[in-house]
């Protein structure tokens, strides 16, 4: 059964830095998104993607955060300039236009010190 | 500020009973309920999607949803130790944007 892959599954960085994380969605999803999850709390909607650019975002979704689906596999979240507050669990997922469900990935663990 | 609201917990129950979960919610368009299942240190499962109101059973698991009431359930009936993880109810709450709970923690006790 097919999956949704990210990598790497764990990134630590300095604070300022830019990282970015990778995602290789289901092949025949169209709909493509980024939740977090900081130790301890609720996973939380950063950002949905549809037909190439972006469909929503939340209010954390700040002009550090960006999305890209550079070719017809990955989709990737580019932080320019971490924060502190930006370690947590990062999860990617995908889903159909049928039924809205959503299928997560294993998740990025970033670091920022 | 969309709400979503699980009871408190952990839920602690004896392997074979039924566990059962509540979760509420704010945004009355709500269309689209979906119970994940988190394993510590894992990513959500989505074990059980649910979109118009009554029960909705798939094997182990039964949602049950009432918009009137704005309130999803979950059981799991003949619970197992396996099944022992933080359940999260998630709205959708439009555009596809999932909108998820604190969750519950079920502890089955062998």
């Given amino acids: 059964e097919p ?13 300022g830095q830019e990282v970015i ?12 998104y980024w939740y977090r999850q900081i130790l301890g709390q609720k996973v939380e ?8 650019e972006i469909s929503e975002k939340s209010e954390i979704f700040d002009d550090q955060f960006s999305v890209e689906r550079p070719d017809g596999s990955n989709f990737t979240l580019k932080i320019r300039s971490t924060k502190l507050e930006d370690s947590a669990m990062y999860f990617c997922a995908g889903g159909d236009m049928q039924n809205n469900e959503q299928f997560f990935g294993p998740g990025t663990r970033l670091t920022v010190l | 500020q969309k709400e979503v609201e699980q009871n408190s917990g952990p839920l602690s129950v004896p392997e074979g009973a039924i566990a059962s979960l509540n979760c509420t919610y704010s945004d009355r368009g709500s269309q689209s309920f979906f119970w994940y299942r988190q394993y510590s240190g894992k990513s959500p499962e989505l ?19 009432n918009k009137a009431s704005q309130y999803v359930s979950l059981l799991i009936r003949d619970s197992q130790p396996s099944d022992s993880a933080t359940y999260l109810c998630a709205p959708d709450y439009g555009n596809n944007r999932l909108a998820f709970g604190k969750g519950n923690q079920v502890v089955v006790i062998p």
């Fill in chain 1, 45 to 52: 909607f950063l950002v949905s993607f549809y037909n190439n």
């Fill in chain 2, 47 to 65: 074990i059980m999607s649910i979109y118009s109101n009554g029960d909705k059973e798939d094997g182990r698991f039964t949602a049950q949803l």
């Fill in chain 1, 21 to 32: 994380l990778r995602c290789v969605p289901i092949s025949n999803h169209l709909y493509f």
């Fill in chain 1, 3 to 15: 999956e949704v892959t990210q990598t790497p599954s764990h990134q630590v960085t300095q604070m």
